[in-house]
């Protein structure tokens, strides 16, 4: 809907252009703050004369701020409106630096956060305008005040209100540096609480808010701001990086994988602080959608043309002194009232064209407007490297069940004999005390698989929470360095769902307003099982994933026009004492929905005795008569403090782990509470996060995702905690065949996948085509879509012919592992039928045209026999594509040559060549594949150019007989990312 929300911003007075004093914030004038909100149809503003004789206050003092606000109401009917009784001017201390200087997000989060998960993973949080404990009663802060003004009635007009707020600092606030900003409310006619006049306005979650100069309480050390390097050279879903001295204290938000480490390629960089807190859309990954809601910057005091910062490398040439430079001035002119600090010259010029690991160290200052001095840098870790790619078992997201053991096999990308290891830490019952922590190590095979059979996997023998982290590098004859790094984390769930429900939040129909009543549009959610959307093509639902996780959300490509997913959560109890803590703490006496939500005559609607379940994507609910069935995803504080922004005042802490794959790369993944800002992504088109594996257009149809989630709700009292884990499936379809709808269906109603001219209801993805070597053992296994309980049994065939049988049941996250596991005794062609069932259905593994597909294995002391002409590493051109010949000793006899071709969680094509010639050629022509692939980018609908945009690898596999009639084997694997061919032998200079 971004071409409504586009006419809708430009009607409420909202323009980048625009000089800064018209700008919403605020900003310094003389010795004065204004403080402006701009947005329709209520805007106003607030002058506070003399800032700089109030910034420090101590605990269990007063502070007061006088204030001069007016209020525009010229817009204002009570017809529409209902009359406006009073306007409330408050002011909200957020917790912004920690005694010991070290910056906190306050309440909410933009690029970084400040609390952890048990494993470590910075959590998100955004749920709106504040509700201060002075005005609806919880969720506020330590320090915090309020001024009533009655207006006159009617209300309609300018008015201007002066006084002076006093703010009691409680005395158990801790010591730090607070940010007040203020706030307007206006209390309604028959409305039990104020309402943020924000709230009126058209997307108010995407304006500045108006922060004063911070406030010192107590005597904390100087602050600290946070600084990120490197953040102009986005990779592989990481935007820069923070120093070391901040891993302990605040962490950036991946959005596009967990952070791993920072690994960039050789080259020359230019090196300079960014600063996430102030300008958050500089370190946050691209991900097209929600990119649009972050702030683009926060008002700041500091003078960018006063300060200093000093360098210096340390690498695998030793250690270098990179000398100091000044901030730059700013010009003069109007171009931004707060301007981006950027160094004098561009920055230090660092060569890191020399693969290794390196320390940057970045230290230096700035000044205040109010003469104090903050300081910024640290010892920052950056890996030069060529990328190495791997396929693991666990994807970033993922949650397992108790029992489960943690599979870490990992195919490597290009196909080197790489270094891997896999760090998995277990925290039972979240438990830090009795983390208990697993490592498998070793060296892949020749072909690039690994499974550390040396080492017993880790089983999860109870509820709690996980992190893993996967290295994978390879040194090659260059001496060059190869590198790859994913990081995972996410809960382990009771096998049986116990007293906690995880679900997707029930999403609800746009333009289903009612005359009566704004709560009876909520009445028929159509949730499940049918269309809900209205037939046009450019009003389009922002759908949720589905609440049955059976279910399974069918979005259209619509290209030009926007349809935007959106992985919300909520949440249900069967404990009813719990269920009434949980409901009250998180219900709202008034809410006001945004305003396309209201009916198009001439009244608003309020909303009384809601929960906001996703108040990011304005999805509000009534409690109604069953409130333990959907709650918000969000910890609950004592004493009227904000639990994320004071988290020393948490008495239930709940948070989610969020993993929404495409096969290949992990689209969107978080840990939030209530909902992560702008946590949702465009159909069409979508850089994400600057990853591989995505295509240059977004999604595509036939595009399939696996959504998984892990919930976990702390008692901090008793220590009792409750766990729960979530997985479901979204498909995209052409434009075509869902013009302008989404709908969400049961299972068996609707295809999934259609590869090969086979349609699928369900199907099961897995690996494909690797090469083992004789002496491992075979696991068959992958996940079942969609999320059913569907029996999966594998025919294998050995190469002397012996059959094999597999079974496994999907549990109910829709993994299956199929049992037994077979030795791998035998050299050759192993081929595996796959055959999924489930309620009358039967599929399955797209794109294997009903014959399966093979796995490879090769003697372990193998003679490399396949050679290419492929150099180590080719730019493939999208028209031409490329022919990849290959070649063999002529002297072989009865020779066949096997080959798959796959996408990420796709076999493309398959087949075997019987050839006694010692040669064959594989044409691979994008442009075909474009005509007969729905979801194989190789045009760039933008502009129409021919680009490769996918990751593939080409497998081929020999067998053959030598002149004494032995069998000889031999695997090849060619692997291209995007418009690069990597042939892994000729880089060895085999």
């Known amino acids: 809907m971004r071409w409504l929300l586009l006419v809708l911003l430009a009607g409420c007075g909202y323009v980048a252009d625009v000089a800064p004093d018209q700008q919403p914030g605020a900003r310094l004038v003389g010795d004065d703050v204004l403080v402006k909100w701009t947005a329709e149809p209520f805007p106003w503003q607030a002058r506070i004369p003399e800032v700089g004789a109030r910034l420090v206050a101590e605990p269990g ?14 817009r204002h009917r009570d017809a529409v409106h209902r009359p406006f009784e009073e306007i409330v001017v408050a002011v909200l201390g957020e917790w912004r630096h920690d005694e010991d200087g070290s910056y906190r997000p306050g309440a909410i989060t933009h690029a970084l956060s400040s609390n952890f998960t048990t494993t470590g993973i910075g959590i998100e949080r955004w749920d709106g305008w504040p509700r201060l404990k002075a005005v609806h009663g919880k969720e506020g802060s330590p320090f915090e005040g309020v001024a009533k003004h009655a207006l006159p009635q009617p209300a309609q007009g300018k008015h201007t209100f002066s006084g002076t707020i006093t703010v009691n600092i409680e005395g158990d606030a801790p010591v730090g540096w607070y940010e007040p900003r203020v706030h307007v409310f206006a209390k309604v006619q028959d409305v039990e609480h104020p309402l943020h006049l924000s709230e009126y306005s058209y997307e108010w979650n995407d304006f500045v808010p108006g922060n004063l100069p911070l406030v010192r309480v107590g005597d904390p050390k100087p602050r600290r ?34 952070n791993p480490y920072l690994i960039l390629r050789p080259g020359t960089y230019q090196v300079q602080p960014s600063f996430p807190s102030i300008f958050p859309r500089d370190s946050m990954p691209q991900i097209d959608g929600g990119d649009d809601v972050l702030t683009e910057r926060f008002d700041h005091y500091l003078v960018p043309g006063n300060g200093e910062v000093t360098a210096r490398l340390s690498g695998p040439g030793g250690r270098s002194e990179l000398g100091s430079r000044r901030f730059a001035r700013p010009s003069e002119g109007p171009e931004e009232a707060y301007p981006r600090p950027r160094l004098e010259g561009g920055g230090f010029e660092v060569d890191l064209s020399e693969t290794g690991h390196y320390q940057i160290e970045l230290n230096g200052w700035m000044d205040e407007q109010f003469g104090r001095r903050v300081t910024g840098g640290g010892t920052y870790d950056v890996t030069i490297a060529h990328h190495l790619s791997f396929s693991s078992s666990c994807k970033p997201g993922t949650s397992f069940l108790v029992g489960d053991g943690y599979s870490a096999k990992i195919n490597v990308n290009p196909p080197f004999a790489a270094e891997v290891e896999v760090v998995v830490d277990f925290y039972p019952n979240s438990d830090p005390s009795r983390m208990r922590s697993w490592t498998g190590s070793g060296k892949a095979n020749a072909i690039g698989h690994f499974v550390p059979y040396g080492t017993p996997p880790i089983v999860f023998d109870e509820p709690g929470e996980y992190i893993s982290y996967v290295t994978v590098q390879h040194t090659d004859p260059r001496g060059d360095l190869w590198f790859g790094h994913q990081v995972s984390s996410g809960v382990i769930a009771p096998r049986v769902q116990q007293d906690l429900d995880l679900h997707g939040a029930p999403s609800f129909p746009w333009l289903a307003w009612s005359a009566d009543g704004a709560q009876e549009r909520f009445a028929d959610r159509h949730q499940v099982h049918r269309s809900w959307l209205p037939q046009t093509n450019l009003i389009v639902q922002d759908p949720f994933v589905p609440v049955n996780p059976e279910d399974t959300l069918f979005m259209p490509v619509n290209y030009s026009e926007e349809n935007t997913i959106q992985p919300k959560f909520a949440y249900g109890v069967t404990d009813p004492e719990l269920a009434k803590t949980l409901s009250d703490a998180y219900s709202r006496a008034s809410a006001l929905p945004i305003r396309w939500n209201q009916p198009p005559w001439d009244h608003i609607n ?4 809601v929960v906001e379940l996703a108040p990011e994507a304005f999805a509000i609910f009534p409690t109604g008569d069953k409130p333990t069935e959907h709650l918000p995803i969000g910890s609950i504080g004592r004493d009227g403090w904000h639990p994320f922004g004071f988290p020393q005042k948490k008495r239930w802490e709940a948070y989610v782990y969020t993993g929404v794959i495409r096969p290949g790369f992990p689209v969107l993944t978080s840990v939030h509470e209530v909902g992560g800002k702008g946590f949702y992504w ?71 996948r259609r590869a090969n001219e086979v349609d699928h209801h369900v199907f099961l993805a897995s690996d494909t085509h690797d090469v083992l070597s004789v002496g491992e053992m075979m696991g068959v296994g992958g996940v079942v879509m969609p999320v059913v309980p569907a029996v999966v049994d594998w025919t294998v065939t050995k190469p002397s012919g012996k059959v094999e049988h597999v079974r496994g049941v999907a549990n109910r996250l829709g993994v299956v592992r199929g049992s037994p596991l077979l030795p791998v005794d ?22 294997t045209v009903g014959r399966g597909f093979d796995h490879f294995v090769i003697p372990e002391d193998h003679e490399p026999l396949i050679r290419s002409s492929i150099p180590g590493r080719s730019t493939i051109n999208a028209v031409d594509g490329v022919e990849m010949e290959l070649s063999w000793p002529k002297e072989l006899r009865n020779a066949k040559l096997h080959f798959g071709v796959i996408m990420p969680g796709a076999v493309m094509d398959q087949g075997v060549i ?11 022509e994008p442009v075909q594949w474009v005509a007969q692939t729905a979801n194989f980018d190789g045009r760039n609908w933008g502009t129409g150019d021919w680009e490769l945009a996918e990751t593939m690898v080409f497998q081929f596999f020999l067998e053959a007989e030598n002149a004494e009639g032995e069998k000889v084997f031999d695997g090849l694997r060619l692997f291209l990312r995007r418009d690069q061919l990597y042939n892994y032998r000729a880089i060895m200079g085999r």
């Open 826 to 847: 035998e050299p050759g062609v192993w081929h595996i039928e796959p055959k999924v069932e489930w309620e009358g259905h039967t599929g399955t593994l797209p794109g």
């Open 606 to 609: 309020y909303l009384e005795d």
């Open 914 to 924: 019987e050839t006694d010639a010692g040669e064959w050629t594989y044409d691979f």
């Open 682 to 752: 465009t159909a069409t088109p979508n850089v994400f996060g600057e990853q591989f594996n995505r295509g240059l257009n977004g999604d595509s149809p036939e595009d399939v995702y696996r959504v998984a989630a892990g919930m976990v709700l702390k008692d901090l009292e008793t220590g009792v905690n409750r766990y729960d884990a979530y997985a479901s499936t979204i498909v995209f379809r052409n434009f075509e065949e869902a013009p302008g709808g989404a709908s969400i269906l049961a299972p068996g109603e609707r295809v999934i």
């Open 61 to 74: 003092g007063t502070w007061t701020l006088p204030y001069e606000v007016t209020v525009d109401l010229s």
């Open 225 to 258: 701001i946070p600084w990120s390097i490197l953040a102009e050279y986005p990779s592989g879903g990481r935007v820069g990086t923070l120093p070391r001295q901040a891993s302990q204290k605040l962490k950036q938000l991946g959005r596009s994988g967990f």
